[in-house]
Every structure is written in structure tokens, then in C-alpha cells.
């Protein structure tokens, strides 16, 4: 069955309809088009009377890609495939037979050989730039035979002007809005353009060196379509230069405008602390904070107490609802639960300096109850200047952190607090943090087997933070007595 070069698509449909209706065979028919050699027993037959078959609208999709591929033998596939899909139409979408997938295959390099035709047709001016339809014409190879089935696609695009795209096999030839194709063209000897030396300009300034991907460029625009775009010769050399041009982007890159600048480092110094007051000027200053919406509803901010040279800070989490009374740290029930604890351990109150993350009392109301509620982040952020300033005025040997507020404000992190409990960080400026769980943590546990556990670790951290913060006050010591002896 030999079809012609030109309107394939077409003639194949009638003819594979018509040997369908006959119930022709697929080893019966040899299919070819004019440029197959026949073979010594093969003659053109007449076509059986035309008829009508019904066929997944999918194949009629896929085979009017495929009977453009290169292949010889993709008449006969489809055919084939067809002849298969009489009894079993279920087979269009059968990801797993193999005549299939390879006929898939071939739509999807017909429909690649038509998008890189669409990309790299290059015209070049052929007749009178001043007539009124201009005239052009360009020279390419495709992989495939996809100039018919694409040439609608520059009919649309170059309705108003004549052109000709001429292939080694079929060519496309637009005259004052006809198109036609004709086989077997010759390889016109086409003018030099002036705009390409224009495009290529464009094309150097357009390319970006620090994105250059070689294998990605070359797979978008293969090597085989290099010698007929005029940007391609300047390919290699932007290729070469690549790397000390992107040193020298990457060296003369714009830096950050100044006054964007001073508005960050303003922003950042709002974070930062830098409170040098006295004591009595730090109370009345942070009981006049408003950084944070929790001070409207608090009945006031309440300050850490205890010696400002203590060894041990104890950072809690935020005031209940009795500390935002008395205006006093750990007085509720989580205070006196931390101080039977604490005395248990030997370790004296009044010789650590107590207070918590967040300095107002965040709650819910519930009644006549007080519901506690925990900081956000941004709560914690805003507070953490004047946890800060405590910090830098006490100069503590160890921070023993209780809770989850407590240990992201001190450390940044807040998370997987049983994972960390017992273990010593530092803050950002390097002062050493253990991490515990809060007493009302403690108190909440309904399980006793667990809450006797959660005690028991609690009582452990305890004695940690009572043993570090004594040899630390002991090596102190004996650094300032060598140092008054030495005097």
C-alpha cells in the first residue's frame, strides 16, 4: 500500500478504514510510501469499498502524529495496533503492552521535532523589503516529516507576509495567503541578513553566565540545528567566558541601598538590648512596657528578684495569676512547689536570682477565673530585652531554664523539651543554660507513677544546677583571692 508524501495523514486513514472494513489482515498489506523500495512480489492493489469503523478517539489523536515519524515501518504499526483494537479496545489504555508504549513513543518525537521546528525556523528576507506582502524564506532539517502538519502554526503567525520553510523532504510554500507544499526542493542559497548581527547582540546580552547549564541548554537546542541559527556561532565563546563572567557579576553585585539598611539595623537594635539603669529605673521601666498587646490586660509586669551577683539564674516562664497580683515571681502554686523542691536539693532561694520569660500574665477569662495562657513567639521576642538586660546586669554562671517559653526565649528553641531536659546550651552571648521541665508542668500531671517520675527529674536538674552554679561560685572565689594575693 504505497501513500503519498504529502497529505499522509489523510491517505493512510482511508486506507487502513477501508482494509478494516475488508477485514484485510496486517500481514497481508506492505506499506510504504513513493520513496519505499517495493518489494519483487508487492503491486499496487485498488482499495477495498470504503466503509465505516468506530476507534477510541485516542488512537485517531496518536496516529495522526505517528504517520509522520521517520520510521518506515509506522504505517504497519499502526496498522497492526488498529487491527488489535477491533477486539479489545480497552487497549488504548493498557500502560503495560508494548506496541503501545512504543507508538506512544513515536507521537512524543514527532510532537518534539514540532515544537523545535516552531523554535528554530530562522526567515531570511528574499525579495523587495518596500513590496506589500514581504517575501521570506528559511532552510531546515527536521528529524521527522512534521513540516505539513505544522505549517498551520506559521500560517497563523505569518498571515501577512509570503514566506517558504524548504526541507530536504517536504517544503511549505505561502503565496498571497495560500500555502502548498512541494517535495524535494533544493537547498536555496539564501541572502545574508543585516538583523541577525542585531539578534546575535541580543542574544550575548541575554545570557545569563552564573544559570549556565550545558547539558540543559543542549538538550533544549540540540547541536544538529547549530549551523543553521546565526546566535549559535556565538555559542562556544559565552560558554568559555562563563565562569569570570559570573565572577565578575558576583563581585560587582548591587549591595544593600543605605537607607534600607538603616531601617534593618534599626529594626534590629529594637531586639537587641541595651538597658545600663539602676535597679529601681529597671522596675519602673518595664512596669511601663507596652512592647506587646499582654500589658493591657495585666494587672501589672513583674520584675525577677534576687541578689544581682547571683551564680544561679532561674528563668521561668511567664507570671500566674497570683505573681500578677502580688507583682512578685513564684508565689503560686508552682512557686511553692519550686520552693519544697528546691529545698529538698539544699538549694537556697534567696541566693539564686528568680524571674521569667515573659514579664505580663497572658490569660483567658473563664468566670471569675484567670485561665493561663502561653506567650506566642512574638510575645517572647518582644519580652526577651528585658530578660536580656537581667541577664547582662546579673552575669550568672548558669541559667537553669523551666519550661518551654523559658527555653526559647534563652536559646531560640522551645521544642522537644523532655528530649532536652537535663542538658546544658548556651545563650547567644555564651552563658550556659540547663534545661528542665516548669513546675506547673508537674503539677498538671494526672498519672501519679508519671508525675513521681516527673519529679524525680525534676529534682535531678535540681541538683545539677545547684552543683554547677557552687563550683562555679568556688573557682571564682579562688580566682579573686589568688588575684588579692598577687596584689
Known amino acids: 500500500m504505497t501513500l503519498p508524501r504529502i497529505g499522509t495523514a489523510e491517505a493512510w486513514r482511508d486506507a487502513a478504514r477501508a482494509h478494516m472494513v475488508a477485514g484485510t489482515p ?23 469499498p470504503a466503509g465505516k469503523i468506530t476507534v477510541p478517539r485516542a488512537f485517531i489523536d496518536m496516529a495522526d502524529r505517528v504517520v509522520w515519524h521517520s520510521d518506515p515501518a509506522r504505517f504497519a504499526r499502526l496498522y497492526a495496533f488498529l487491527w488489535r483494537l477491533r477486539d479489545a479496545p480497552h487497549l488504548m489504555s493498557d500502560r503495560g503492552d508494548a506496541d503501545l508504549a512504543r507508538l506512544r513513543a513515536m507521537e ?38 512534521t513540516v505539513e502538519p505544522t505549517a498551520q502554526f506559521f500560517v497563523r503567525r505569518f498571515a501577512d507576509m509570503d514566506w517558504r520553510i524548504i526541507t530536504p523532504d517536504i517544503s511549505a ?11 524535494d526542493q533544493p537547498n536555496p542559497q539564501l541572502p545574508d541578513d543585516a538583523s541577525e548581527a542585531l539578534w546575535i547582540t541580543y542574544f550575548q546580552n541575554i545570557f545569563n553566565p552564573a544559570r549556565l547549564k550545558v547539558q540543559a541548554m543542549q538538550s533544549e537546542m540540540p547541536k544538529k540545528y547549530w549551523k543553521n541559527l546565526p546566535e549559535a556561532a556565538a555559542i562556544p565563546d559565552l560558554i568559555a567566558g562563563a565562569p569570570a563572567r559570573a565572577r565578575t557579576m558576583a563581585a560587582s553585585a548591587p549591595t544593600l541601598a543605605p537607607r534600607r539598611a538603616a531601617s534593618a539595623q534599626s529594626q534590629f537594635k529594637r531586639f537587641v538590648s541595651t538597658w545600663d539603669g539602676s535597679d529601681d529605673a529597671f522596675v519602673a521601666a518595664l512596669r511601663g512596657c507596652t512592647r506587646c498587646p499582654l500589658h493591657r490586660d495585666a494587672t501589672q509586669a513583674v520584675p525577677g528578684a534576687g541578689p544581682r551577683d547571683a551564680a544561679l539564674m532561674i528563668v521561668g516562664e511567664q507570671p500566674g495569676d497570683q505573681e500578677d497580683l502580688a507583682g512578685q515571681p513564684f508565689v503560686g502554686p508552682a512557686g511553692r512547689l519550686f520552693d519544697e523542691m528546691a529545698m529538698s536539693v539544699g538549694l537556697d532561694r534567696s541566693r539564686a536570682y528568680i524571674t521569667n520569660a515573659v514579664k505580663h500574665f497572658k490569660f483567658t477569662p473563664r468566670g471569675k477565673r484567670r485561665l493561663h495562657q502561653r506567650p506566642n513567639s512574638d510575645e517572647i521576642s518582644h519580652c526577651r530585652w528585658w530578660l536580656d538586660a537581667e541577664v547582662t546586669c546579673v552575669a550568672p554562671k548558669l541559667i537553669l531554664a523551666m519550661g518551654a517559653v523559658a527555653a526559647e526565649a534563652l536559646t531560640g528553641n522551645g521544642k522537644d523539651l523532655l528530649t532536652r ?14 534545661i528542665t521541665v516548669h513546675p506547673s508542668y508537674l503539677l498538671r500531671i494526672p498519672d501519679a507513677d508519671k508525675k513521681a517520675e516527673g519529679l524525680a527529674w525534676f529534682k535531678q536538674d535540681l541538683e545539677a544546677a545547684l552543683r554547677f552554679a557552687e563550683g562555679a561560685e568556688r573557682e571564682s572565689k579562688r580566682c579573686i583571692e589568688g588575684a588579692e594575693r598577687r596584689a
Open 26 to 48: 496486517p500481514d497481508q498489506i506492505a506499506w510504504g510510501d513513493t520513496t519505499t523500495e517495493r518489494g519483487l512480489f508487492d503491486e499496487q492493489a485498488a482499495l477495498p
Open 108 to 145: 512524543k518525537s514527532v510532537r518534539r521535532c514540532q515544537h523545535k521546528m516552531k523554535a528554530f525556523v530562522r526567515f531570511r528576507e528574499i525579495g523587495d523589503p518596500a513590496a506589500p506582502r514581504r517575501s521570506f524564506a528559511a532552510w531546515f532539517e527536521p528529524t521527522h516529516h
Open 173 to 183: 510554500v505561502f503565496d498571497d495567503g495560500t500555502l502548498r507544499f512541494l517535495e
Open 421 to 434: 531536659r537535663g542538658k546544658v546550651v548556651e545563650t547567644t552571648g555564651g552563658t550556659p543554660v540547663l
